[in-house]
């Protein structure tokens, strides 16, 4: 499978079972990560303000609801 | 065919570049506003100081502090955007029935604008300071998440709108059935999730109006650059040999060369 663009109808192996549990970590990490960016300490969890307060320009030029 | 952890690299590495791109729009065009706001949520709570006192008081980050924070918001924002994308596009990538795999990263970002973005902020649209009930941020954060997913099913809808009608029948009765698909999943959305009139009656129009716009153009431009980006650095795997640059009329405005290298492996 040197040259995919060759073959047509795009000859990819299916999904596997360890493609597919590789992602699920992959987004839960993710998740994790966009949680603590947009979510935490304001909008979700009450446990301090700080990471509201660093991220608070960006959750609100996102668009996400802050306060 | 590339492996997950190239492709998820690819994507994260999109995905921060073009959030910093967006947290630099958001820099020049948001953050003017942002300020506005606050002088009017600062003047607000100096008027009625029983309302959650302390909140600004303490100061845990100031202005300056709050203004390299959006860089950072943006940039972290933008590499799990594009790690989630790049985990989609390996997810999905056999489904979409197109050669080009530039042109797939592109379609998958262009869903993700429309079905995370688009769908949710016409009905929760972006909020400056001094908008919004702190009571109702509950409600408000879970509503806006179950419409972000909506608005994903809504992408999904039109996709299997396209796909339910024969491909030997006109063109448009395709689109008409994708465009229905998705119209319908937003409207019951739209109609099933709660509505919050929170914009204190004397907040300036134009002031909100511009904040929204700043902040749309901030999603537009993070999933722009992610789509494009992404594209870029599928065409450039592995360095066996550099993608062929045609110079053609490229549809990438502002990107590094071979955006369009649709055989570039």
Not at chain 2, 144 to 172: E, K
Not at chain 2, 191 to 207: N, Q, R, Y
């Amino acid at each position: 499978m040197s040259n995919p663009t060759s073959a047509r109808p795009l000859r990819q192996p299916a999904v596997s079972a360890r493609l597919l549990w590789t992602a699920l970590a992959v987004v839960a990490v993710l998740a994790l990560l966009t949680y603590l960016v947009a979510f935490d300490q304001g909008a979700v969890s009450r446990n301090g303000m700080f990471l509201h307060e660093l991220m608070h320009d960006g959750r609100h030029l996102l668009g996400v609801p802050c306060h | 065919m590339p492996t997950f952890p190239s492709v998820l690299l690819r994507g994260l590495l999109a995905g921060l570049v073009a959030g910093l791109v967006a947290g630099t729009f958001a820099y020049f065009v948001g953050e003017p506003r942002i300020d506005a706001a606050i002088a009017i949520e600062e003047r607000a709570s100096h008027s009625a100081p029983e309302a959650d006192a302390g909140h600004h008081e303490e100061e845990l980050v100031g202005r300056d502090g709050q203004r390299a924070g959006l860089f950072l918001a943006t940039g972290l924002f933008g590499a799990a955007m594009g790690g989630l994308l790049a985990t989609g596009y390996v997810l999905l990538r056999r489904r979409l029935r197109t050669v080009d795999d530039g042109r797939a990263a592109l379609l998958l970002a262009g869903a993700a604008l429309l079905g995370a973005v688009v769908v949710p902020f016409g009905k929760y649209p972006a909020n400056p300071p001094a908008v919004g009930n702190p009571d109702t941020i509950d409600q408000r954060t879970g509503s806006y998440l179950l419409l972000v997913v909506l608005g994903l099913v809504a992408v999904w809808a039109a996709a299997l709108g396209h796909r339910s009608v024969r491909p030997d029948a006109p063109y448009g009765l395709r689109a008409a059935a994708s465009v229905g698909g998705f119209l319908l999943v937003t409207a019951v959305a739209y109609t099933v999730l709660p509505s919050f009139a929170e914009v204190p009656a004397d907040f300036p129009a134009t002031l909100l109006w511009e904040f929204r716009l700043a902040s749309l153009g901030t999603q537009v431009v993070l999933w722009t650059g992610i789509g494009l980006l992404f594209a870029v650095l599928l065409g450039m795997s592995g360095g066996n040999r550099r993608p062929t640059v045609q110079g053609g009329p490229g549809r990438s405005a502002g990107t590094p060369d071979g955006a369009d290298a649709p055989a570039g492996r």
